[in-house]
């Protein structure tokens, strides 16, 4: 599905992460590939208070006001964490201190705080879905606490095993696919044996 798949992926983010310039908006980022992006962070203020980003990467930084990895393009310094790729102990408490940041700085409404986790894949790979499900537990706690919104992507078909395993730590499975060009999305609910239509997105 090449681009047309990623562009599907980017738009529906961009509309889980909400208008970051029209609305006060707390917006951070989870990779675990170790390599973001300007494009990838979307649009709104990149200030430390309204913008931290939380990196898995084999190279350990301190939390600092990065410029960013080498072939990188972050358009400027963002606050940023990196956490080592094999530990999803430190991977979770780093999240929680980036909210609890954003909390120092204000504090937060409902559905402000906006988490964008870019993937389960390599967790999954490493920790297999039992490790997975308790740090999503410790993740969606935090962010409940605070009224926030998040949203996990997972690189795999509808009918993957791991989908159906980790399904019932969200309120909803989203799924993607592109018909006749078109990007289409659906909605499916575990609680609720629910699923919606494909829609176009």
């Not at 301190?62 to 990188?72: H, K, R």
């Not at 986790?117 to 790979?125: A, E, G, N």
Request: charged share 25%; proline share 3%; net charge negative.
């Amino acid at each position: 599905m090449g681009n047309t798949a990623l562009d599907a992926r980017q738009a529906l983010s961009r509309r889980f992460l909400g208008d970051a310039v029209a609305e006060s908006r707390k917006r951070l980022f989870v990779f675990t590939d170790g390599v973001y992006t300007h494009e990838r962070l979307g649009n709104g203020s990149r200030d430390a208070d309204s913008l931290r980003v939380v990196s898995q990467s084999a190279i350990v930084r301190s939390a600092t006001a990065d410029e960013g990895l080498p072939g990188s393009n972050l358009g400027g310094p963002v606050a940023t964490e990196y956490v080592e790729a094999d530990d999803l102990g430190s991977l979770s408490w780093a999240i929680g201190d980036a909210v609890t940041a954003f909390e120092r700085s204000a504090s937060l409404d409902a559905g402000e705080l906006r988490l964008c986790f870019d993937s389960l894949s390599p967790l999954v790979d490493e920790h297999g879905d039992q490790s997975v499900r308790r740090f999503l537990s410790v993740v969606g706690g935090r962010v409940k606490s605070v009224s926030g919104m998040a949203h996990f992507h997972l690189s795999a078909s509808s009918d993957d095993p791991r989908v159906d395993e980790l399904a019932d730590s969200f309120d909803a499975v989203v799924e993607l696919q592109v018909c006749d060009g078109t990007p289409e999305h659906r909605w499916r609910f575990p609680d609720r044996a629910l699923t919606t239509e494909w829609m176009a997105l």
